[in-house]
């Protein structure tokens, strides 16, 4: 998630772009918006110079994020809040000054002024509200327990930078009525200015800047779904337990379950009479000895439509293996990659864009149904954070009881949420319901059998494997599933 401010303090400073020249190419900056891509790739999409009547710049922020606003005073933050958050969505490091001191401009409030901020950005996150901190937070000191506020609640920060000339910052200060003055200005957008080319790898997920007023005006705020939130997807559902390459046992699932599968112009046609949809809950891949086809399928079927599919472990691994990454060769990838061998560049590099599209959980049915890979506690539900995604692929996460051991956690026990959390990973004898939770690996590639959950029907269609094509690990080898 790095996001990169290319040589920036060695970048012309814009002069203060007022009046009526500036349609003239005044060298104003366009802003920069980096986003970082699905593989973490920092992603540049530059914007016409900031005059002439191009469509208002959308910032997307996520609908669950914590905002931080970065810029000196007299930048126009408090405006820009109010113009495009609800009041309430906004905490203020000069209104929790007020509200602890009756003053905004008490500097010797500062810190019990900030102990509030947090404590209030703390709850609204853990509630899942969206959060905008409105102070100068110029420095990595300052956003680094806004981050860790962050992180905490696994939410996305987003930063959104008002690194405007100095001459505007200190004429619009200059007319308000508590003034912070041309020194503290200056000195805001020096530490700005240091720091501005890291603030992607001090955790922001995306870093929207802004060079001119122009351009803090023409923005627009697009708030956008989380994408594990496929809340509007109602079913009926048909959810597939680990496939792992057990082609046979899951055209025979398929059949059972009352899908019409065509193969027509090398394509996999999917159809159900009764409109169901399916949903693959991961580790299509690795140990059996169909997993060209059985990703064929998955790939055809998510791209029509009438397929989802989340990743599971095994997926995220083979996307590293085929991003050139260097990954063991373990738990069955050697099957995957030999029958691989097998296909042409094209589907390799449609695989690769498949895998790296994978989420790593949805919430389905209006918030009733998640399913995850490894199963997840309520309090990550509808949550996207790099914990998130490794408890939504692995499970709970080792801990070492009172001896020392590692343990598995197991979250099904201690499980409240109200959603129906429909998971695999762990090969299990028979679907396991516990506590609103149920694992419907049945460990086909071991010998098992191919489990579905129809869902809200609540019934489960299962096919016997035709044989064990791999012999399970012990248990005691947490995540290995
Ligand atoms: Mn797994």
Known sequence: MQIVSSAHAAQPRASAARGPDRAGGNGAEAAGVWHAGPGGRPATSARPPPHGDEVPRRLPIPELALVVLVGPAGAGKSTFASRHFGETEVVSSDRCRALVADDEGDQSATRDAFDVLHTI???????????????????PEARRPLLALARRAHVPAVGIVFDLPLEVCVE???????????????????????????????????????????????????????????????????????????????????DGLGWEVELRGGRFHLHHPEGRKLVFLGDLVDRGPGIVPTLQLAMDAVASGVALCISGNHEAKLLKKLQG???????????????????????????????????????????????????????????????????????????????GKLVRGDWTA??????????????????RIRNGTVNIDTGCVFGGRLTALRYPEGEFVSVPAQRAYAVQRPAAAPGAA
């Open 172 to 254: 619009r200060d200059a007319r308000r009525e508590r003034r912070a003055g041309a020194e503290a200005i200056e000195r805001h957008l020096a530490d700005l200015h240091r720091s501005l080319g890291r603030m992607g790898r001090e955790g922001f997920r995306n870093v929207h800047v802004f060079r001119t007023p122009e351009e803090v005006d023409d923005a627009t705020v697009l708030r956008v779904p989380l994408p594990s939130n496929r809340k509007s997807e109602r079913g009926p559902f048909d959810i597939v337990g680990d496939v792992h390459g057990c082609w046979d046992e899951l055209r025979a699932l398929l």
């Open 121 to 139: 950005v703390e709850r609204r996150l853990r509630r899942g509200r969206l959060t905008v901190v409105d102070a100068t937070n110029v420095t």
């Open 414 to 431: 201690t499980y409240h949420g109200d959603a129906l959390v429909v998971y695999g990973h762990t090969p299990v004898e028979e679907p």
């Open 325 to 403: 990454h260097d990954v063991r060769i373990s738990g069955g990838l050697r099957e995957t990659l030999d029958q691989l061998e097998e296909t042409d560049a094209a589907f390799r590099q449609r695989l690769r864009g498949f895998l790296a599209t994978l989420h790593h959980h949805y919430q389905l049915d209006g918030g009733r149904l998640v399913v995850a890979h490894g199963g997840l506690p309520a309090h990550m539900q509808g949550r996207d954070s790099p914990k998130v995604q490794s408890t939504a692929l692995y499970g709970d996460a080792p801990r070492r009881d009172a001896g």
